[in-house]
């Protein structure tokens, strides 16, 4: 069974820190893709990672896709309080037919003002 | 405004009660997807249908029953639900296959649909 592991699964900062969420597995993934979900709404993408060393950057967001395609991580830089919210890491897996994403089980993220 | 419409937002149901979700996409996508989210746990993948075709049922209990009339709207029909299935069922779409794979098509999500059942 592949699996996804997400972490840290909650984090609390001050407005203007950084920090670091990761997600790994021994599993190999065609691609990663990031998403972030607010309370009363559904997963939004952020960003979509498909080579092994890939860097993406979205404004204050930093997303790289491990060398070996099993790990992913996302950084954030000055966190404000507009990026509280659940961050989701999601792996493509099998050939590119099925359809079948694996989703780690998410990082809270709370940033305080 | 998402470009994925659920309804209801909320539903209560009885465990002897049959009820519907329904899903519209207005993307022109071709992929749709029902999803159940539980607290502190990783979002559960149900049913997968690609222009209209069931290709992924993930080892559903038949309590749960999708229909895919058209490739904009999607069902879910709950019949004898357990109180574990409360969760957020939240329905997605995507270009699908044979437009480069799934896995660079991103996810559109629905707002949900909360289900309680008591």
């Known amino acids: 069974t592949q699996l996804l592991e997400q972490s840290p699964q909650f984090l609390s900062i001050q407005e203007g820190e950084n920090l670091t969420v990761y997600c790994n597995s021994s599993?190999?993934?065609?691609?990663l893709q990031w998403y972030r979900q607010e309370p009363g709404e559904g997963p939004v993408l952020l960003v979509t990672?498909?080579?092994?060393?890939e860097v993406k950057k979205l404004k204050r967001l930093t997303f790289q896709f491990g060398d070996a395609r099993k790990d992913s991580s996302l950084h954030i830089t000055a966190a404000q309080p507009g990026d509280t919210g659940l961050y989701l890491c999601?792996?493509?897996?099998?050939?590119?037919?099925?359809?079948?994403?694996?989703f780690g089980q998410g990082t809270t993220l709370q940033v305080k003002p | 405004e998402t470009g994925v419409t659920q309804t209801p937002r909320h539903l209560v149901m009885g465990m002897t009660n049959k009820k519907s979700l329904k899903c519209e996409q207005h993307?022109?996508?071709?992929?749709m997807y029902w999803y159940k989210q539980s607290a502190k746990k990783p979002l559960e993948l149900m049913f997968v249908?690609?222009?209209?075709?069931?290709?992924e049922n993930n080892s559903v209990p038949s309590r749960f029953s999708p229909e895919c009339p058209n490739s904009s709207h999607l069902f879910l029909h709950l019949h004898t639900l357990q109180p574990e299935d409360s969760a957020l069922y939240l329905c997605?779409?995507?270009?699908?296959?044979?437009?480069?794979?799934?896995?660079?098509?991103?996810?559109?999500f629905g707002n949900g649909t909360r289900l309680t059942v008591t």
């Open positions: 997605a779409s995507s270009q699908g296959k044979g437009r480069g794979g799934y896995y660079n098509s991103p996810l559109h």
């Open positions: 599993s190999v993934f065609s691609s």
């Open positions: 990672v498909v080579t092994g060393g």
């Open positions: 999601a792996g493509g897996v099998g050939s590119s037919n099925t359809g079948k994403l694996i």
């Open positions: 993307l022109g996508h071709n992929a």
């Open positions: 249908y690609n222009f209209k075709e069931q290709t």
